[in-house]
C-alpha cells in the first residue's frame, strides 16, 4: 500500500501561490495520483487527478517529477475560502484499501 | 444528477447499542466504499462493496460489518458500540469499468455519529 507523507499544516495569504507536496516513495506503478479538499463536517471532494508530469485544471495544477515519488499541488491565488484540509491519495482501478493520509490544513490568512 | 446519499446525517447512542447507515451511490457507481473519521485517526479505510461482494477490508474489528444491495446501495453495522466509535461515517462511490474504479472518488457528506 502507497503510504503519504504531507505537511500537517500551512499558512498563506489570501492571493498568494500555495504548493502543497506529498511524498509517495512506495507508490505502484499503475497508481494514478488523486488529491482531495476537504471541509470541516463534510466529505473529501476530488480536486485533480495525475499520473506523471502536469496537469491542470479549473481549479488546480498538479506537477508529479519523473519518478513519480512526490507530487505537489499547486492552488493559484488562494482565497479564504480555500482553507481546508487537503489530502493526497495514491489511487489505481484495482481493489485496494485506500489510504489516506493525514493531510495538510491550509490556512489562508486576509 | 444526484450526489452520494447518506442518512441518517446525525445519530446518538450509547455505549453497547447497534447502530445501521446507509449510503446510496451515485446511479450507475457499481463500487461503494466507507470509512471512518475521527480527529485522532484521520480518515481511516473500512471496507470496499463491489456487486454485492466486499472486495477489501481495513483494518477494523468484526464489531464492523457492511454490506451491498443489487441497487449497489450500501449498509455499514456496527454492533455493541464503544466510546470510540464516535465519529464521522463516509460512504464514497466511484465508477468501474470491468470491475476496476476508473476514477475519482465521490464522497457523501457523512453521518456523525454520536456514543455516550
Known amino acids: 500500500l502507497a503510504k503519504t507523507t504531507q505537511p500537517i499544516s500551512m499558512d498563506s495569504y489570501e492571493g498568494q501561490e500555495v504548493n502543497i507536496t506529498c511524498s509517495h516513495n512506495n507508490i505502484a506503478t499503475n497508481d494514478y495520483i488523486t488529491w482531495y479538499q476537504q471541509f470541516p463536517s463534510q466529505g473529501p471532494r476530488f480536486i485533480i487527478q495525475?499520473?506523471?508530469t502536469k496537469v491542470t485544471n479549473e481549479v488546480a495544477s498538479l506537477f508529479i517529477p519523473a519518478d513519480r515519488k512526490s507530487s505537489t499541488l499547486s492552488l493559484p491565488r488562494v482565497s479564504l475560502s480555500d482553507t481546508a484540509v487537503y489530502y493526497c491519495?495514491?489511487?489505481?482501478?484495482?481493489?485496494?484499501?485506500?489510504?489516506f493520509g493525514s493531510g495538510t490544513q491550509l490556512t489562508v490568512l486576509p | 444528477k444526484a450526489g452520494v446519499t447518506q442518512t441518517p446525517r446525525y445519530l446518538i447512542k450509547t455505549r453497547g447499542q447497534q447502530v445501521t447507515l446507509s449510503c446510496s451511490p451515485i446511479?450507475?457507481?457499481?463500487?461503494v466504499s466507507w470509512y471512518q473519521q475521527t480527529p485522532g485517526q484521520g480518515l481511516q479505510f473500512l471496507f470496499e462493496?463491489?456487486?454485492?461482494?466486499?472486495?477489501n477490508k481495513g483494518n477494523f474489528p468484526g464489531r464492523f460489518s457492511g454490506r451491498q444491495f443489487s441497487n449497489s446501495r450500501s449498509e455499514m453495522n456496527v454492533s455493541t458500540l464503544e466510546l470510540g466509535d464516535s465519529a464521522l461515517y463516509l460512504c464514497?462511490?466511484?465508477?468501474?469499468?470491468?470491475?476496476?474504479?476508473?476514477?475519482?472518488?465521490?464522497f457523501g457528506e457523512g453521518s456523525r455519529l454520536t456514543v455516550l
Open positions: 462493496y463491489f456487486s454485492e461482494t466486499q472486495r
Open positions: 446511479s450507475g457507481h457499481r463500487s
Open positions: 495525475g499520473y506523471k
Open positions: 491519495l495514491p489511487l489505481n482501478g484495482s481493489a485496494r484499501q485506500l489510504t
Open positions: 464514497a462511490s466511484s465508477l468501474t469499468a470491468g470491475g476496476l474504479n476508473t476514477g475519482e472518488l465521490f
